[in-house]
């Protein structure tokens, strides 16, 4: 089996794609078949960085990574579309040569701006490929690669309707891939890694600033750090940027205080070990945290910045009754305080653990079925 994957441009398209290849290699060994995967990714972007670490030479599931042009894509005038609009025509020739070469069973799309040339590659070769989309509604690049999809993966039912009713037939419930790692219980790890005591009765809190911080939740951390110490083990991610800023966080430590700059092998089992997580409500770390049945309140990203997505992620997040979320205005001080009081409630962090484990069981994962469409089989 050949596969070459695609996608990037952030970590939420790449992490589900890494995890969907560790799957398929799995998948083939335990059929005696062999399967080489080759990924397509943004040459100048952060895609060769990550991908490059999961290459098999590393231990990894990628036979090698194949750097393309990469053009954005825009909803708005901008000059800047002239340019990007000459890469794109680039990155569709570089993608069909390489495919050309590689001769790949399939394509999968994970999505991001760098998956469009090869997805449209792979039509004019008549290679078939699938699409996956993690977030409530279709971006951008999912929907120009839909049209010619074999079919389109997506993370809620409820997606396929966002579709025209030629291409919401093709629409396949996978929920969103996360990597093997979050499917093991390492919370002893995680709390050993926090240095966790064992005799604490407070519920830790984790707080996912993102890698790059998130400057509202971190701003909240510290304006309200005795309020929530004197209720939680704050375990705090802040971000690289927030924790250069802020040289104080040092000597904030303590046992009920554990600020990190960026948590990157370890997340696992830091999730693993937490009651509570206060976070954003972007694809990767949402389904995360659900597939580790951790209660949550979002604080989704909105405003003009974004077309909505995560604000879309959390309101069914919410009435699964999987998390609580505070969107907008909503999200003052007083508000997040207040909805971290219901928390403190082992029964309620129960229900919603209850709410996260019924998203994450339905639909079939993705690897299984491409494997089935490789191998010709009704079952893997």
Same mark, same amino acid.
């Given at each position: 089996?050949?596969?070459?994957?695609?996608?990037?441009?952030?970590?939420?398209?790449?992490?589900?794609?890494?995890?969907?290849?560790?799957?398929?290699?799995?998948?083939?060994?335990?059929?005696?078949?062999?399967?080489?995967?080759?990924?397509?990714?943004?040459?100048?972007?952060?895609?060769?960085?990550?991908?490059?670490?999961?290459?098999?030479?590393?231990?990894?599931?990628?036979?090698?990574?194949?750097?393309?042009?990469?053009?954005?894509?825009?909803?708005?005038?901008?000059?800047?579309?002239?340019?990007?609009?000459?890469?794109?025509?680039?990155?569709?020739?570089?993608?069909?040569?390489?495919?050309?070469?590689? +001769?790949?069973?399939? /394509?999968?799309?994970?999505?991001?701006?760098?998956?469009? &040339?090869?997805? *449209? %590659? !792979? #039509?004019? =070769?008549?290679?078939?490929?699938?699409?996956?989309?993690?977030?409530?509604?279709?971006?951008?690049?999912?929907?120009?690669?839909?049209?010619?999809? +074999?079919?389109?993966? /997506?993370?809620?039912?409820?997606?396929?309707?966002?579709? &025209?009713?030629? *291409? %919401? !037939? #093709?629409? =396949?419930?996978?929920?969103?891939?996360?990597?093997?790692?979050?499917?093991?219980?390492?919370?002893?790890?995680?709390?050993?890694?926090?240095?966790? +005591?064992?005799?604490?009765?407070?519920?830790?809190?984790?707080?996912?600033?993102?890698?790059?911080?998130?400057?509202?939740?971190?701003?909240?951390?510290?304006?309200?750090?005795?309020?929530?110490?004197?209720?939680?083990?704050?375990?705090?991610?802040?971000?690289?940027?927030?924790?250069?800023?802020?040289?104080?966080?040092?000597?904030?430590?303590?046992?009920?205080?554990?600020?990190?700059?960026?948590?990157?092998?370890?997340?696992?089992?830091?999730?693993?070990?937490?009651?509570?997580?206060?976070?954003?409500?972007?694809?990767?770390?949402?389904?995360?945290?659900?597939?580790?049945?951790?209660?949550?309140?979002?604080?989704?990203?909105?405003?003009?910045?974004?077309?909505?997505?995560?604000?879309?992620?959390?309101?069914?997040?919410?009435?699964?009754?999987?998390?609580?979320?505070?969107?907008?205005?909503?999200?003052?001080?007083?508000?997040?305080?207040?909805?971290?009081?219901?928390?403190?409630?082992?029964?309620?962090?129960?229900?919603?653990?209850?709410?996260?484990?019924?998203?994450?069981?339905?639909?079939?994962?993705?690897?299984?079925?491409?494997?089935?469409?490789?191998?010709?089989?009704?079952?893997?």
């Amino acid at each position: 089996m050949r596969i070459v994957f695609t996608g990037g441009g952030t970590g939420g398209h790449i992490y589900p794609g890494i995890a969907v290849c560790a799957e398929l290699k799995a998948l083939s060994a335990s059929k005696g078949q062999t399967c080489e995967i080759f990924w397509l990714g943004n040459k100048s972007g952060m895609d060769r960085q990550i991908v490059e670490k999961q290459l098999v030479s590393n231990g990894g599931s990628v036979t090698a990574f194949y750097g393309i042009p990469c053009g954005k894509l825009r909803r708005y005038f901008s000059l800047k579309n002239f340019a990007d609009f000459f890469r794109f025509i680039a990155g569709i020739i570089r993608s069909f040569f390489i495919l050309l070469k590689l +001769k790949p069973d399939c /394509v999968f799309s994970k999505g991001g701006f760098v998956s469009v &040339p090869p997805c *449209l %590659a !792979s #039509r004019f =070769l008549h290679i078939p490929y699938y699409t996956h989309e993690c977030d409530f509604t279709p971006g951008l690049a999912t929907k120009l690669n839909s049209r010619g999809a +074999k079919n389109i993966f /997506v993370s809620y039912s409820e997606t396929s309707s966002y579709f &025209p009713s030629t *291409l %919401a !037939s #093709r629409c =396949l419930l996978t929920g969103n891939p996360v990597r093997p790692v979050f499917y093991s219980d390492s919370s002893a790890k995680g709390r050993e890694f926090l240095s966790l +005591k064992e005799n604490s009765a407070k519920p830790v809190l984790l707080v996912i600033g993102g890698s790059l911080g998130a400057l509202q939740l971190n701003s909240f951390v510290l304006e309200n750090i005795s309020w929530l110490t004197e209720r939680f083990v704050v375990v705090h991610q802040t971000g690289g940027a927030f924790y250069r800023e802020h040289p104080e966080l040092e000597k904030m430590k303590s046992d009920d205080y554990k600020p990190y700059d960026f948590i990157y092998g370890e997340m696992p089992s830091v999730i693993q070990a937490a009651d509570v997580v206060l976070t954003r409500s972007g694809a990767n770390s949402l389904w995360e945290c659900a597939v580790c049945s951790k209660p949550m309140l979002l604080i989704p990203l909105c405003g003009s910045g974004t077309r909505g997505d995560q604000v879309d992620n959390a309101k069914y997040f919410v009435e699964k009754n999987a998390a609580l979320a505070l969107i907008g205005e909503e999200a003052n001080s007083i508000n997040i305080r207040e909805s971290l009081l219901k928390f403190l409630d082992s029964g309620f962090r129960s229900s919603l653990s209850e709410g996260c484990r019924k998203i994450c069981a339905s639909g079939e994962r993705p690897a299984s079925l491409i494997a089935k469409y490789i191998y010709g089989q009704g079952e893997v």
